[in-house]
């Protein structure tokens, strides 16, 4: 199995910044992809930003200019920067990643993986 886990969320004031981390581990032998989603108190989950293996990247209109997704393929590890956050910006983040691992039987084999999340709450 692949895990995904988030981390650098907090409380911040409107205006403020955070970076996002989701750290993926396991037998994996190629990373395709990894989005952002985030969960607003009683709202669907909307995707924030994505980043394939070759750099292309995307974003919700909702953030565009504002955040920037990266990632680091050394380590596993995508990153979304947040700036000039809103208080629509609360929610619950979380990261999804696709790609292709090794199973407990020694074959490569596709994986969905999600992280656990993490909070964001921008107040004053």
């Known amino acids: 199995q692949v895990q995904l886990v988030e981390s650098g969320g907090g409380l911040v004031q409107p205006g403020g910044s955070l970076r996002l981390s989701c750290a993926a581990s396991?037998?994996?032998?190629?990373?395709?992809?990894v989005q952002w989603y985030r969960q607003a108190p009683g709202k669907g989950r909307e995707m924030v930003a994505g980043?394939?293996?070759?750099?292309?990247?995307n974003y919700a209109d909702s953030v565009k200019d504002r955040f920037t997704v990266s990632g680091d393929s050394a380590k596993n590890t995508v990153y979304l920067q947040m700036n000039s956050l809103k208080p629509e910006d609360t929610g619950d983040y979380y990261c999804n990643a696709h790609g292709m691992m090794m199973t407990d039987l020694g074959r490569w084999d596709d994986f969905d993986s999600w992280g656990q999340g993490t909070q964001v709450t921008v107040s004053p």
């Open positions: 980043i394939t293996k070759g750099g292309s990247t």
């Open positions: 396991g037998k994996i032998f190629r990373m395709s992809d």
